[in-house]
Nanobody
Framework: QVRLRESGGGLVQAGGSLRLSCAASGRTFAGYSMVWFRQAPGQERELVAAIRWGSGTTYYADFVKGRSTISRDSAKNTVSLQMNRLVPGDTAVYYC????????????????WGQGTQVTVSS
């Protein structure tokens, strides 16, 4: 059974940092893209960052580019998202997801999802 389990969310003041982790299990993720989406109340789920498991190629949405880093640890089967200089607009539930092949912006095209972790940034 494939599982993605997020951790690392919480409450942080604006300007602070958080590191989200996604523990992946149940299959090998070679050939997969591992991504982070986020969803704020009343908003659509949006792609934050992505990484190809094999090559390590990354993608960042403009709203996190330059202040976030996505990485994967193949030995531990984890994907992490380091977020710095957080702003209240980053408040959302953050989800880890996976799909075979390249990343897409469309949530329904992802095969596997975690349960989400709440990130709240206070001003």
């Amino acid at each position: 059974q494939v599982r993605l389990r997020e951790s690392g969310g919480g409450l942080v003041q604006a300007g602070g940092s958080l590191r989200l982790s996604c523990a992946a299990s149940g299959r090998t993720f070679a050939g997969y893209s591992m991504v982070w989406f986020r969803q704020a109340p009343g908003q659509e789920r949006e792609l934050v960052a992505a990484i190809r498991w094999g090559s390590g190629t990354t993608y960042y949405a403009d709203f996190v580019k330059g202040r976030s880093t996505i990485s994967r640890d193949s030995a531990k089967n984890t994907v992490s998202l380091q977020m710095n200089r957080l702003v209240p607009g980053d408040t959302a539930v953050y989800y880890c997801a996976a799909r075979i092949g390249s990343y897409t912006y469309t949530p329904y095209e992802y095969e596997y999802w975690g349960q989400g972790t709440q990130v709240t940034v206070s001003s």
